[in-house]
């Protein structure tokens, strides 16, 4: 490694609230800085250009996604709060070696096709409606809390047909496990109650899959899960359940991040919400380019080497770790003509929002479902929606995360 690839002062501080509202100038400054430039405080390496994200989710062997290859995880280890989501995640299928990830994938994919994920469309609108209806009632209304938030998990708790009696124990099970990968600051009974409320949340899904072993269903998540057979293979109950949990954790902040910011994006741009007014089709080009234009992703997504490598120009030791700035990638100036101008007609083929590779997100063809299906029915059925004041970011370590968007539903004449 030589020095002049090291910046004498890494511009880079992910939980400065500055980066929250507009991390590009800084992304902008690190490119500049070089494709790959250590990033000290983080002890890692910030991968900035599109061409070595690109390599990094290529070689998955090389750029492993199972954090045990770290360097420094053993002083890591035991940090966690909730040694129980801990265990869980740690059979994720993000963290397998390529093969057994193929073989879980494989098994998987049958649930997350377009064709299978449309015929959600029905359970996700009713649930949208459902919410509208409510929020109807008074004319403020604050888009996180009140719309966003609950979507994902009233989502996935249809998916996955959680009894109504039980709803309670599977929301506490959700919240138990962002927490554990988290870096609140909780208190003690805090983090026993989490772990209380994760062992109450793998009991259940545990039922759930046993119950639904001897009674399989037609277009159901769990019972494709447990059905699809590979050269006679099935997943396993504790495969299944840590998938389950992969799909809560990998669906929730991040939805609720992109129905959030695709609004913002829309009520700041008449323009742009007369053409949806006009045709519906023109959202699904909006998602495509805030996800472009304005990635949620705070730290991108993370590597290890497995092996001493070189990359971008500077040598990367066996053991080190990889921050793959997404968000970097997409502004960058040598795949996309004017980055920095959010235009639908662009191409976006070589958009790496949803990763790349073996690990491309599982739940694209969802998030776009949801996203289109509760931001088309938002503005179809308040069509004078307005923004009363502008989002204001919170804490999360992974996401640009908004805690609120206050928006007005009704347009009154003075
Ligand atoms: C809302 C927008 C979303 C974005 C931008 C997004 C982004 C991503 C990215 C960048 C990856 C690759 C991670 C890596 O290579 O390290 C990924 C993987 C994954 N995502 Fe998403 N995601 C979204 C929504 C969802 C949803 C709704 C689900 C599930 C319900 C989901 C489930 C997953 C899973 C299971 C993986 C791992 C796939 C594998 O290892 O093969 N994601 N996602």
């Known amino acids: 490694m030589s020095s002049k690839q090291v910046p004498q002062s890494c511009p880079f501080h992910p939980q400065d609230p500055n980066f929250n509202a507009n991390p590009f100038p800084v992304l902008k400054e690190l490119r500049e800085a070089g494709p790959v430039v250590y990033w000290e405080e983080g002890q890692s390496w910030l991968v900035t250009s599109h061409e070595d994200v690109i390599k990094v989710f290529r070689d998955n062997d090389l750029f492993s996604t199972n954090f045990m290859n770290w360097e420094h995880i053993a002083s890591m280890m035991g940090a966690s709060s909730n040694p129980v989501m801990e265990e869980i995640m740690l059979d994720n299928m993000m963290m397998l070696p390529t093969k057994e990830h193929g073989r879980i994938r494989r098994l998987v994919r049958p649930a997350f096709t377009p064709r299978a994920v449309e015929k959600l469309a029905p359970t996700v609108q009713k649930i949208v409606d459902e919410m509208l209806e409510e929020a109807e009632k008074s004319d403020s209304f604050e888009l996180v809390s009140q719309f966003a938030e609950p979507i994902p998990a009233r989502v996935m708790s249809a998916i996955l047909k959680i009894p109504e009696e039980a709803r309670e124990t599977f929301n506490r099970f959700t919240l138990a496990l962002l927490m554990s990968y988290g870096q609140g600051d909780y208190s003690e009974e805090e983090k026993q109650k989490a772990i209380q409320h994760s062992e109450e949340g793998l009991d259940l899904i545990r039922d759930l899959i046993e119950a639904r072993r001897k009674n399989l269903q037609e277009d159901d998540l769990l019972s494709i899960l447990i059905e699809n057979e590979e050269k006679g293979e099935r997943l396993n109950t504790k495969e299944l359940v840590s998938m389950v949990a992969g799909l809560i954790a990998g669906g929730f902040e991040t939805t609720v991040s992109l ?49 001493d490598t070189e990359l971008g120009g500077v040598e990367i030791k066996k053991g080190q770790r990889l921050v793959v700035l997404i968000n970097s990638a997409l502004r960058d100036e040598s795949v996309f003509t004017n980055p920095d101008t959010f235009d639908l007609e662009r191409d976006r083929s070589a958009s790496v929002a949803f990763g790349y590779g073996v690990h491309f997100c599982l739940g694209a063809h969802l998030a776009r479902l949801e996203v289109r299906i509760a931001v088309g029915t938002l503005l179809k059925r308040f069509p004078n929606i307005s923004v009363v004041q502008p989002p204001v970011f919170g804490f999360s370590p992974v996401v640009r995360k908004v805690d609120t968007l206050q928006l007005k539903l009704h347009h009154h004449d003075a």
């Open 259 to 307: 129905i959030t910011f695709v609004t913002w994006h829309i009520l700041q741009r008449p323009e742009l919400k007369a053409r949806i007014d006009s045709d519906p089709s023109v959202l699904l080009q909006t998602i495509e380019e805030v996800l472009r234009f304005d990635h949620f992703t705070k730290m991108g997504v993370y590597r290890y080497a497995t092996q």
